[in-house]
């Protein structure tokens, strides 16, 4: 079936724009509604909006998301055990994210020669722009210890990747990319959604199930 594609997509075409790159900034918008429907209404609170939506575009461009998400808990471990191994030599945050981050470069690097070696030619070939975007969430995963705790920041990271993985599939979405691609003023319509999501003044759905039995008893 032939894809009718819009004028204002041809033109950025023949200005010399890849397609790929014209769809991933029109999905832009819909992911980071999404987030903001996610943090607002449902009550997933993720690290931000910046960031699983970066974790996102990190998917779209890693060789499968298995891929995506093993390197994910990989940085997210790495940087655990690493807090706790620089811990008694009381560094300065600046330096010891440093360091951490050296450490998660190198050991990535090893995860993905084992990738090599056990013939998983997709893990080996991952380029560099998913595994730097990895390799930066753990400052904030680190930030978040220091200030929160190792819980929280578990939880946060956590539903980062359900977010990110639900904004990847969602950017996948072969039907979505269609009707993108002959309707991409359709984007503008984020707007006035996002202004319906900032008007939001409800529970949350996360609330309603943390306080269902408090709800029960005002009932």
């Not at 890693?62 to 997210?76: M, Q, R, S």
């Not at 807090?83 to 090893?110: D, E, G, N, S, W």
């Not at 990271?157 to 996948?172: C, D, P, Q, R």
């Amino acid at each position: 079936m032939e894809i009718s594609i819009s004028p204002i997509i041809r033109f950025f075409m023949t200005e010399g724009v890849p397609f790929e790159t014209i769809i991933l900034i029109l999905m832009l918008p819909i992911i980071a509604t999404l987030i903001a429907f996610m943090r607002q209404v449902v009550g997933i609170k993720a690290f931000g909006i910046y960031t699983p939506l970066i974790i996102t575009f990190a998917f779209l461009a890693t060789n499968g998301i298995k891929y995506g998400i093993a390197i994910f808990l990989a940085v997210i471990f790495i940087g655990m055990l690493m807090r706790f191994v620089l811990k008694p030599f009381r560094l300065l945050y600046l330096p010891r994210v440093a360091i951490m981050l050296t450490f998660v470069a190198l050991i990535i690097l090893f995860f993905l020669a084992l990738g090599g070696s056990l013939q998983r030619t997709g893990l080996a070939s991952v380029s560099i722009f998913p595994i730097l975007i990895m390799i930066t969430l753990v400052e904030k995963f680190v930030a978040v210890q220091i200030e929160k705790g190792n819980k929280t920041a578990l939880i946060l990271a956590l539903e980062t990747l359900v977010i990110s993985i639900i904004g990847f599939y969602i950017a996948s979405w072969s039907s979505l990319i269609k009707f993108l691609v002959t309707y991409p003023w359709a984007v503008l319509f984020t707007i006035p959604l996002n202004i319906a999501i900032g008007k939001w003044t409800g529970l949350r759905l996360s609330e309603y199930i943390r306080f269902r039995q408090v709800i029960k008893r005002i009932q």
